[in-house]
């Protein structure tokens, strides 16, 4: 059965800090997407990383892939409050499917 | 330039009615699907097409019904509702490279369904 999971579910830091939230999946993926999801909102894509040892980064936020490791992170740098948020990951496992993970709930206290 | 466009935005239904989620899409994206989004379940996909006449079960199709008969237009049907179909359903559309997605899922606002 494939797995995506994210962790921690849950996460609540302080502006300022520095923290990486995790992204595992138990089937092979060459692709892997972050999206971010504000309360009663839809999703937004926030990167799309297409090959092993893939890095992009967009204002506080940094996402890499290691396929062999099957593991995604988005690292968050000095989080500020607007980052406040759910964070989810997903992977394609070549059969047209797009596979979610659990979602990490994000929220920066000021 | 609408996007994905899901209606209705809320609803109610009675156990056992029956109703259509409607999801159309102007990117003119050959591939649609629906998701319901349950709190620490993620997004679970329903059912998606790759194209006009061709649909396939996702993780969860028990229940739903789809049908492809354009581009632009994909429904999601619920024949007799439950209240374990109470969720947020999101349609979301992308290009389709091959068999792998080349480019980020696009969705809708949502539909906020509850079953009484």
């Known amino acids: 059965e494939l797995k995506v999971e994210q962790n921690p579910l849950f996460l609540s830091m302080q502006e300022g800090k520095n923290y990486t939230i995790y992204c595992n999946y138990s089937?092979?993926?060459?692709?892997l997407y972050w999206y971010r999801q504000d309360p009663g909102k839809s999703l937004e894509s926030l990167f799309v990383?297409?090959?092993?040892?893939a890095v992009k980064q967009e204002g506080r936020l940094m996402a890499s892939l290691d396929t062999k490791a099957r593991l995604s992170t988005l690292h968050i740098t000095a989080a500020v409050h607007d980052l406040s948020a759910t964070y989810f990951c997903?992977?394609?496992?070549?059969?047209?499917?797009?596979?979610f993970g659990t979602g990490t709930r994000l929220k920066v206290l000021a | 330039n609408a996007g994905v466009t899901q209606t209705p935005k809320f609803q109610v239904l009675k156990t056992g009615q029956s109703m259509t989620l409607q999801c159309a899409q102007d990117?003119?994206?050959?591939?649609m699907s629906w998701y319901r989004q349950d709190p620490g379940m993620g997004l679970r996909l329903i059912h998606y097409?790759?194209?006009?006449?061709?649909?396939d079960q996702g993780e969860v199709p028990n229940g739903y019904n789809v049908s492809r008969s354009t581009t632009e237009d994909f429904p999601l049907r619920l024949l007799s509702a439950a209240p374990s179909q109470t969720s947020v359903y999101f349609c979301?559309?992308?290009?389709?490279?091959?068999?792998?997605?080349?480019?980020?899922?696009?969705f809708g606002q949502g539909t906020r369904l509850t079953v009484v």
């Open positions: 979301a559309t992308h290009p389709w490279g091959g068999e792998v997605a080349s480019t980020e899922a696009f």
């Open positions: 990117m003119n994206h050959e591939y």
């Open positions: 990383l297409l090959s092993n040892g």
């Open positions: 089937t092979t993926s060459d692709r």
């Open positions: 097409s790759v194209g006009a006449g061709i649909t």
């Open positions: 997903a992977v394609t496992p070549g059969t047209y499917k797009y596979i």
